[in-house]
């Protein structure tokens, strides 16, 4: 029998949070050591995220919570084993470090948490030394910045990537998106000429998908977006309490989702009315993102959702994105 059992949350708010990492780390400094580390559920201390609980042979239990970094699950296993794991161990540490940091991004992107997911990256990309990893890094941060409509910012890294891999079809590619998007015409033209002139790979796709880029950008820079979003207007605030108020949204965005039970691919499952809002406050500590973001659920069922939120007249078409946020 194992002198200790380490029992690492994968519930929702710890996985958000890097708890698969966490449970990862905690394996890895524990190899070697009397105890067994596992998977659990719900630990009770969310708000706390990511957490841990130490189960002691004698019954004994102590809970350890935000394990949000290296250094703190490496003390979860001294209190284990009686003994500090060696963090001193050449590129342990950055190993660790770099996996938790892939896998917090992983399901905030998931998620559409762009925020979440872009916490701390450029952090990440200024202290990788190996030369193929910043690169790869810097390629997500462009993919990222993009999908959070941070168009200016997701260019620059594009730009960045290009200056060392040269004209490498992907970049081009996602180069002309955000070209497009900016309503860039002259700097799309560039582009198309540089791929010519490097004799880009799959260079008739490329020049293909440039050519409708510049068609897009003839329009001049697109409203700004933020992918799995739509914009959602707060229309009333009933109070119901001092601690709470209904509030009641509306929105002419179409491609919101709107839960219709007999539409081709909807369902009226919970899911569909799980949201994120975003709310725009400056910078702040969540992410390098100007806005902070929270979920809510804010009807039972989708047909209080299509009494309450989305009157008939708004109805988004068949097929639309069954996600809903607001932001700002």
């Known amino acids: 029998m194992v002198a200790a059992e380490i029992h690492v949350c994968q519930a929702g708010s710890c996985r ?16 070697g050591f009397d105890c067994s580390v596992e998977a659990s559920g719900c630990v009770g201390a969310c708000s706390q ?23 703190k699950s490496a003390e979860v296993v001294r209190e284990v084993t009686g003994q500090a794991p060696n963090l001193d161990e050449p590129g342990l540490r950055q190993r660790l470090t770099a996996a ?16 979440l997911a ?36 997701a260019l620059r890294s594009l730009v960045a990537v290009e200056e060392v891999v040269g004209a490498h079809p992907e ?49 001049g820079e697109q409203p700004r977006e933020i992918e799995g979003y739509a914009r959602w207007q707060l229309d009333v605030i009933t109070p ?12 002419t965005d179409r491609k919101r989702g709107t839960p219709y039970v007999r539409g081709k691919g909807r369902t009226m499952w919970h899911r569909t009315w799980h949201t994120t809002l975003l709310c725009e406050v400056g910078a702040n500590g969540e992410g390098p993102l100007p806005w ?37």
């Open 171 to 219: 970049v081009i590619l996602e180069e002309g998106k955000v070209l497009s998007k900016l309503g860039r015409l002259e700097e799309l033209a560039a582009l198309q000429q540089r791929a010519r002139d490097a004799s880009c790979a799959q260079l008739p796709r490329v020049l293909g998908a440039l050519k409708a880029n510049m068609r897009d950008a003839a329009n």
């Open 100 to 115: 938790r940091q892939l896998r917090v991004r992983r399901q905030a992107k998931g998620e559409t948490k762009w925020n």
């Open 292 to 328: 902070v973001e929270r979920d809510y659920t804010p009807v039972s069922t989708w047909m209080g959702a299509r009494l309450l939120v989305a009157p008939p007249s708004r109805r988004a078409p068949r097929g639309s994105d069954p996600r809903a946020a607001a932001w700002g």
């Open 240 to 251: 119901v309490s001092k601690h709470s108020a209904v509030y009641r949204f509306t929105s």
């Open 49 to 71: 995220a990511p957490n841990a609980v130490v189960v002691k042979k004698r019954g004994s239990e102590t809970l350890h919570t935000r394990l949000d970094d290296v250094e």
């Open 118 to 153: 872009m916490a701390g990256m450029a952090e990440q990309i200024a202290s990788t030394v190996d030369p193929d990893d910043r690169l790869e890094l810097q390629y997500e941060h462009a993919i990222l910045s993009r999908s959070a409509g941070a168009w200016e910012q």
């Open 16 to 31: 958000r949070e890097g708890g698969e990492a966490v449970l990862k780390e905690i394996e890895e400094l524990a190899k």
